[in-house]
């Protein structure tokens, strides 16, 4: 019994003590037993977290001869965290106005008018109130998300503006770069660092679908992609929803001032792209992942993710890539990743100086540096792009990862018009989910049947069925408004509104098919 | 019926259980759906019926698949002693060790474009298949979650299977019965309360089931809709709507499961009377006897074998085998800082989990199959309604429910400690197996011995403790160890509960160790190897200490 017990045991105890046998001789603590602490919410990896934690608790000790812990928060995906803070900041209000003598008993109205600039005393009531919820800082995300939070009263102003000055000037952080936001005015939330978006392909499987390496949106459509494209789910990241705004924004100024014709491509196109997808992840890292492992011929990806894989592909394979990540010409723009001090911070003071941390030289260095360089990261090369333009000067990028990198420099030919797409931004979400995502199967069947016809040029009538929209760009507006009504109505009208659009293109791409398949 | 005081307390610490830990997490989550225009737009939306409809398929055709796979061995098992038994009954319990995430990384090594089948078929000249994708999507989803899910159902109908008394078919083949008549009439009905067990948990799990279908794309189901509406950026009160249709349609097809298989009034009354009948096999016969456990467990191990190889490789791309070997994985992995914490987490998430989940499942598997009090259905339907939502769904609830609710707040607050929470959320998703294992132990134990304890003058307790619990120890056990070690590999509730470092559990570990760009899925899949190896331990440790106990049931 006992050798049988020992059998069953030593492998179950040995297994137990690697982990403990191989776990690194912790370096002395830099923090003593009265450390303060700064508490942070974010989607940021392992790599990021690790490394500005170590690099902020050296400056802080330099700096202030005091000692800091952190505390990361980690809930899941910006989506998540922002569903989690708003929730807690609402239980926090809801709390804060129960135990209040003589207010009205809270209700759904209360929870709607605190966030909204028409909320009256609620409004005036939140953003006046000094409640947090124990947390300081939401370091990453997309610009979109920060800036909502920021329209909620959630993001507040960290006064860097004024306390530093020199930094948000044109020639270091510029306010707006191709139109895109970089850093809030009032000084609610402040880009960090950089993101681009791209195309990454798989060289072995482009060479093996004898096709020319997608440089440009429109690659992406081709028919020797079908099933062979990964893309990622917008309405899950605004960082996506970005990309394909992008598109929309070169397609629309292509045509020049035909609008309806520009916008009509775009739409066009982002159907191709998805009749030709294998799939819409919810998981944006998953795209140049089964990129680099061949499942995908190509995808849509940000910048640091393709990039990442290629070196991590090529360290692999004895230095030879076998993915590539290309910026589209004229046909990305750059993006902010921010990071805000939270309302009621408990440690404001050191959440504005982690900011202050992040924007400065020493942090900037961190996002690009190789290992073990000059102020560089220790553990973890980020591939990240710093937000500072500054930073791109030689005395820099020859310790950068992505030395030949210059972001401000490779979309400078791309001219954001906020006006033709900005206020559109949420819509194009609901208009993938309508016209791609939701009858997906309907429109591979019919781009499937289009292509075995021979081609688009072979089978008009089905390619014009399938190119149909139910409006053009000079509809959008009202569109939009038909949308904003419903939202109020409640979600009952707008999932309707949301329903028929399905239903329809559904419909089309169903008759297109027979179309294709009749031959016409 | 009047009932004792003692058991009108018992129920009522057990509505109390099924209320806080249950009905408020789901309804913090569904109160959004709770709208009757809302329900009704589900079902007006031909993408959320047809959804509904796929879900249907693909839980019935894994069913039958399962039933296909997991029958014929389990039979072979109980009639026949060959070499090499022990071997492979451990083998077929492979999929129970499974980590999350980083298995996608097996299946794309085996079923990827250039993955091992495929480059097989190329070596033989034949062209690449799209395994992943295309319009085979359907059939893999079926067949993987089949390949998952089948352990379920193979010790359920063992564990019946030796409750059978050998005398039974003996009588019937001196009477002239053949062996399919032996095995219709006689076999089939007396393990029916373990196919109903096995049968029912496979029937929800794969009709709820998320993870397979969101990794091939399959995405026209219920459980995905409802995954991607609720991740969306944008507020959406459908997807939780879908939640309440998706848990109805789920206890619509437990009941029908019930109305077919699970009545019990011809069950066999043998427990504690069987014994072992099985014939030895020699030469081909025991050969012969091996194939269909060789084949299931190197079908469902086929992932494991890829992720091990995958964990000590440094490239493995386009060729049948990897090309270079290293540990670098492993040193990265179990040397990281967070590893060492996880896995002292995880121990006690699950231990806890473990413990609460026998305590309350052998709880309701007694009111359900011997008190039977006005409304026990009630308590049968609230163990085996978190088999119906999702895991997610059931996350955020837990989470809502300490935003919302100041009081849980103060005992539950995972950012203090999740101990609690999780122990909770852990043992409420893995209460269906210990309920249905304890009940079906139950039902096969004639109320007779409990007669004569109780007429021998042996208190309820007593008879509790001395009789019932010991014969249906095997099926306690085996719920346990689903439990335990389901628990250990628990992936939405760790994700969305744990929300410090020092609280992480493995699976929430390995999931950071994901993120690390670049060579981050490999030393996630090496921590992934490690919990592997260690939960094949832990089965296998258990086994040593329940070596009779289990050895009775099993015959291990």
């Not at chain 1, 920021?150 to 000055?165: F, K, M, N, Q, T």
């Not at chain 1, 035909?258 to 792209?273: H, M, P, R, S, T």
């Amino acid at each position: 019994m006992i050798k049988h017990l020992l059998i069953a045991f030593v492998p179950l105890l040995l297994l137990l003590a690697l982990p403990f046998a191989l776990k690194p001789e912790q370096p002395p603590k830099i923090t003593g037993a009265d450390a303060e602490k700064l508490v942070i919410i974010s989607p940021h990896s392992e790599s990021i977290r690790f490394e500005f934690e170590r690099a902020f608790k050296i400056h802080y000790r330099e700096k202030f001869g005091r000692d800091i812990e952190f505390e990361w928060r980690n809930v899941g995906g910006t989506a998540d965290i922002i569903r989690y803070v708003n929730d807690r900041f609402e239980a926090t209000f809801r709390e804060w106005w129960q135990a209040q003598d003589g207010f009205e008993p809270w209700s759904l109205e209360i929870s709607k008018a605190y966030k909204s600039d028409k909320g009256g005393k609620p409004r005036e009531l939140f953003l006046k109130s000094t409640g947090g919820i124990g947390i300081d800082l939401m370091f990453g995300g997309g610009q979109y998300d920060h800036s909502k939070q920021a329209e909620l009263g959630i993001a507040v102003d960290a006064g860097l503006l004024r306390s530093h000055p020199e930094w948000f000037k044109p020639e270091v952080i510029p306010q707006q770069f191709s139109g895109e936001i970089m850093y809030d005015p009032q000084g609610r939330y402040y880009g960090a660092c950089l993101a681009t978006f791209g195309i990454c392909y798989n060289i072995d499987r482009i060479a093996e679908l004898n096709t020319a390496p997608p440089q440009r949106w429109e690659d992406l459509s081709r028919p020797v992609f079908y099933q062979n494209i990964a893309l990622a789910d917008p309405t899950k990241a605004g960082s996506i929803t970005k990309c394909f705004e992008m598109l929309i924004q070169e397609q629309m100024q292509k045509t020049g001032d035909n609008l309806d014709q520009g916008w009509a491509n775009a739409v066009n196109l982002i159907k191709v792209i998805s009749a030709n997808a294998r799939y819409f992840t919810d998981s944006a890292s998953k795209v140049p992942k089964d990129v680099a492992s061949a499942n995908a011929a190509a995808g849509m990806c940000i910048d640091f993710y393709g990039r990442s894989e290629a070196e991590w592909g090529a360290e692999r394979n004895g230095g030879v890539e076998r993915i590539v990540f290309v910026s589209p010409e004229h046909g990305t723009s750059l993006s902010a990743d921010p990071i805000h001090v939270l309302r009621g911070a408990p440690n404001r003071r050191a959440a504005v100086e982690f900011i202050a941390f992040v924007l400065s030289e020493d942090g900037q260095k961190l996002w690009n540096y190789r290992l073990n360089t000059p102020g560089g990261p220790v553990k973890y090369v980020m591939r990240r792009l710093p937000i500072r333009r500054d930073m791109y000067t030689p005395e820099n990028t020859r310790y950068m990862a992505d030395a030949k990198a210059n972001p401000y420099e490779e979309t400078s030919g791309f001219i954001y018009n906020p006006k033709l797409t900005g206020r559109y931004f949420s819509f194009i979400r609901v208009v993938v989910k309508c016209f791609a995502l939701d009858p997906m199967p309907e429109l591979q069947a019919a781009w499937r049947a289009i292509l075995d016809a021979g081609g688009p040029e072979k089978v008009p009538q089905a390619m014009a069925k399938f190119n149909e929209l139910p409006f053009s760009y000079s509809e959008l507006a009202q569109i939009q408004k038909e949308l904003s009504q419903s939202r109020e109505q409640g979600a009952l009208a707008m999932l309707k509104l949301q329903r028929e659009w399905s239903e329809a293109c559904r419909a089309q791409y169903r008759a297109a098919a027979q179309l294709a398949k009749e031959g016409k | 019926m009047k009932l004792k005081p003692m058991r009108m307390l018992v129920l009522s610490l057990l509505a109390v259980f099924f209320f806080i830990f249950l009905i408020m997490p789901i309804y913090s989550v569904v109160k959004n759906g709770l709208n009757p225009e809302v329900l009704a737009e589900c079902f007006r939306n031909p993408i959320y019926l047809e959804g509904l409809l796929n879900s249907l398929k693909i839980a019935l055709v894994t069913t039958v698949i399962v039933f296909a796979i997991a029958l014929p061995p389990a039979l072979v098992y109980d009639r026949y002693e060959f070499a090499g038994k022990k071997l492979v009954n451990t083998l077929m319990l492979i999929p129970m060790i499974l980590p999350p995430f980083v298995g996608a990384l097996g299946f794309m090594q085996i079923f990827g474009h250039f993955g091992v089948i495929n480059t097989m078929l190329v070596g033989c000249g034949l062209p690449r298949v799209d395994w992943l994708g295309g319009e085979g999507r359907f059939w893999m989803v079926c067949i993987i979650e089949a390949l998952h899910l089948y352990p379920i159902l193979y010790l359920n109908i063992l564990t019946a299977l030796a409750n059978v008394d050998p005398a039974m078919n003996e009588a019937a083949r001196n009477l002239g019965a053949g062996r399919w008549r032996r095995f219709t009439k006689i076999t089939l009905p007396m393990i029916r309360p373990g196919i109903f067990a096995g049968g029912t948990l496979i029937l929800i799990w794969s009709f709820t089931e998320l993870g397979t279908p969101l990794m091939f794309g399959y995405n026209r189901v219920t459980t995905v809709q409802i995954f991607n509406g609720i991740t969306e950026l944008e507020t959406n009160p459908l997807p939780y709507a879908l939640v309440i249709v998706l848990l109805a349609a789920a206890a619509g097809l437990y009941a029908v499961s019930r109305l077919l298989l699970g009545q019990s009034n011809t069950v066999a009354m043998t427990k504690g009377m069987a014994g072992s009948s099985a014939k030895k096999l020699k030469s081909w016969r025991a050969l012969a006897a091996f194939a269909p456990f060789a084949v299931v467990s190197l079908a469902a191990g086929l992932p494991h074998i890829a992720l091990v190889l995958t964990a000590f490789t440094k490239d493995w791309y386009s060729s049948i085998l990897p090309r270079e070997f290293t540990l670098m994985h492993f040193e990265n992995a179990l040397s990281h800082h967070m590893v060492t914490g996880s896995i002292v987490n995880s121990l006690k998430y699950s231990l806890l989990a473990m413990i609460i989940c026998l305590i309350v499942g052998v709880t309701v598997a007694i009111v359900v199959t011997r008190w039977r009090p006005r409304g026990y259905q009630l308590f049968d339907t609230l163990s085996m309604m978190p088999l119906a939502i999702p895991g997610i769904i059931m996350a955020f609830g837990f989470l809502s429910m300490t935003v919302n609710f100041p009081f849980l707040r103060t005992y539950l607050d995972p950012i203090k400690n999740p101990l609690v929470l999780l122990g909770m959320a852990y043992a409420i998703r893995r209460l269906p197996y210990v309920t249905r294992a304890a009940c079906a132990g139950l039902e096969q134990t004639p109320v007779d011995l409990e007669e004569a304890a109780h007429n021998l003058g042996a208190s309820s307790w007593t008879t509790m403790r001395r009789v019932v619990i010991p014969l249906i120890s095997a099926n306690i056990a085996v719920g346990a160890l689903f439990a335990f070690s389901f628990s250990m590999l628990e992936v939405s509730d760790s994700l969305i509960l744990a929300h410090k470092e020092e609280f992480y559990p493995i699976t929430k570990a390995i999931f950071e160790l994901a993120g690390i760009l670049g060579p981050g899925a490999w030393i996630a899949c090496a921590f992934g190897v490690w919990t592997m190896a260690f939960l094949a331990c832990t089965l296998a440790a258990a086994n040593a200490i329940l070596g009779k106990k289990m050895g009775s049931l099993f015959r291990f």
